[in-house]
């Protein structure tokens, strides 16, 4: 009976890609609602409080480990607790308060983009023209994003969004090549989680460093309520398990092809549930930043696509020879 469940509810490695894509995706314009009525570092650090319980919750029965042991280890969630949540989401959600749910996710595509450029001086790798062609590409539609809509003081908040969003996806790129550094044995699911915790602390320290203070839940629409618990719950800590499960099945590199999802997943929910314009500048920027993280990718996109169809075609066939 059991068998006969598992291979009816199978999700192929694909499938739940997309899944996740629109899963992250969709919490960019659920953040325009919610920083419009919580203060920014506030909303994000609550966000992964409660998302790095969940997961370290998961962790506990899912690893053998649920405390870092090593100095070493410390710093590696220092990284991605610093750098990857505390940095990362500080540039989103304070860059939200001037520019769309939808053109923030295209920002953050650039992430693999500035990755592959800040690992030269870290990691001492080398790059080619394709590469360069590629960073400039991605870094001319974050460019593109920048154009006002109209008038000067549109330009101004436009472009201080885009910067601030393009500061934290730079922090998170300059986190997720440093970690690379570090060879260690800690569960992922045990790092991500104390490094949300240490993320969400760092966040709540630069809310009260900027003088914000939380509402009282009633105060709050019954639309951002409900955005508030998808970013924490659903995009948070349910994004980031079904996240741990597909780096499981195809590997960590293959799953940042969900970068290409995001930013479609916010321009449909934008569109289709809060009545938001798509201008052309959104477009053309993401055009751009998809070719730029396109030439760079390149090979890790073959690699990514082949490993997802191995991973399926593996997994049908070992539920067939089950089911037989």
């Excluded at 991605?80 to 520019?99: I, K, P, R």
């Excluded at 023209?129 to 809509?149: K, R, T, Y």
């Excluded at 590997?251 to 009545?275: I, K, M």
Aim: with cysteine; net charge neutral.
């Amino acid at each position: 009976m059991g068998t006969t469940i598992q291979n009816r509810f199978h999700i192929p490695a694909g499938l739940a890609l997309i899944g996740l894509g629109f899963l992250w995706g969709a919490g960019f314009p659920a953040i325009d609602i919610v920083v419009a009525q919580l203060p920014p570092l506030g909303a994000a650090g609550i966000r992964y409080a409660v998302s790095g319980c969940i997961v370290l919750g998961y962790a506990h029965i899912a690893t053998n480990r649920l405390l870092p042991q090593t100095n070493r280890e410390l710093m590696s969630i220092g990284i991605v607790g610093g750098f990857m949540f505390g940095g990362y989401q500080a540039g989103l959600y304070l860059g939200t308060q001037h520019v769309s749910g939808a053109v923030a996710s295209v920002v953050t595509t650039m992430s693999p983009v500035v990755a592959a450029l800040v690992a030269v001086p870290i990691l001492g790798e080398s790059r080619g023209l394709l590469d360069v062609i590629g960073f400039c590409l991605g870094l001319s539609g974050v460019l593109v994003l920048a154009q006002p809509s109209t008038g000067t003081m549109s330009l101004s908040s436009t472009a201080l969004g885009v910067g601030l969003v393009f500061l934290g996806t730079t922090l998170f790129a300059v986190g997720s090549v440093t970690l690379q550094l570090f060879d260690d044995e800690l569960p992922a699911e045990t790092l991500q989680g104390w490094a949300m915790l240490l993320g969400a602390a760092l966040l709540f320290c630069g809310g009260i460093l900027r003088g914000e203070s939380l509402p009282t839940v009633q105060s709050l629409t019954p639309v951002a309520l409900a955005s508030l618990l998808y970013i924490t719950l659903v995009a948070g800590a349910g994004g980031y398990l079904l996240y741990f499960r597909l780096v499981q099945q195809v590997g960590a590199t293959e799953t940042t092809l969900v970068a290409y999802l995001e930013p479609v997943a916010a321009t449909l929910v934008s569109v289709l549930f809060l009545n938001k314009a798509i201008y052309m500048t959104t477009i053309v920027g993401f055009l751009a930043v998809a070719a730029g993280f396109t030439l760079v990718s390149r090979n890790t996109m073959r690699r990514a696509i082949a490993r997802l169809r191995t991973a399926d075609s593996t997994t049908n066939s070992t539920h067939r020879n089950r089911s037989n």
